[in-house]
């Protein structure tokens, strides 16, 4: 289904757009990952371990965090960064920090941004959590 819908993408004409900003956002991901192990001074073998255990760590990520777990996925992010970071000889020590860092790095525009917008909209904690408290799960 998704591959006929971008086929009718405006005739096919947005299709290398797509895949354009498609790339850069994955080649965004694995450059953060990548900086996050620098920071760490994670030692690997290679440049090219350094580079694989990244894109590992990524699409590891995209895939696990599809597990129904806690909200923001704490806990399934670490332990992901964890065995992945394992296969390439990193302690489980380190690639759980290595795990908590990303995920902060990860998470902190998103929530960010949201807390922005709230106070924006002119919403105060306890309204947002009286909002929560009173609302029907659907």
Not at 2 to 31: D, E, N, T
């Amino acid at each position: 289904a998704s591959i006929s819908g971008l086929g009718k993408a405006q005739g096919g004409k947005l299709l290398p757009g797509i895949f354009l900003w498609s790339g850069i956002a994955w080649g965004m991901s694995i450059l953060i990952n990548w900086l996050v192990s620098a920071s760490l001074d994670f030692q690997y073998n290679s440049q090219t371990n350094h580079w694989a255990a990244q894109i590992l760590v990524l699409l590891a990520l995209q895939i696990g965090i599809l597990i129904p777990s806690l909200p923001a996925r704490i806990g399934i992010f670490e332990y992901i960064c964890i065995i992945t970071l394992g296969a390439f000889g990193i302690q489980a020590s380190d690639a759980f920090s290595y795990g908590l860092l990303l995920h902060l790095v990860v998470m902190s525009p998103t929530l960010l941004a949201g807390w922005a917008s709230l106070l924006i909209l002119g919403y105060n904690h306890k309204q947002v959590m009286n909002e929560l408290s009173t609302s029907e799960i659907r």
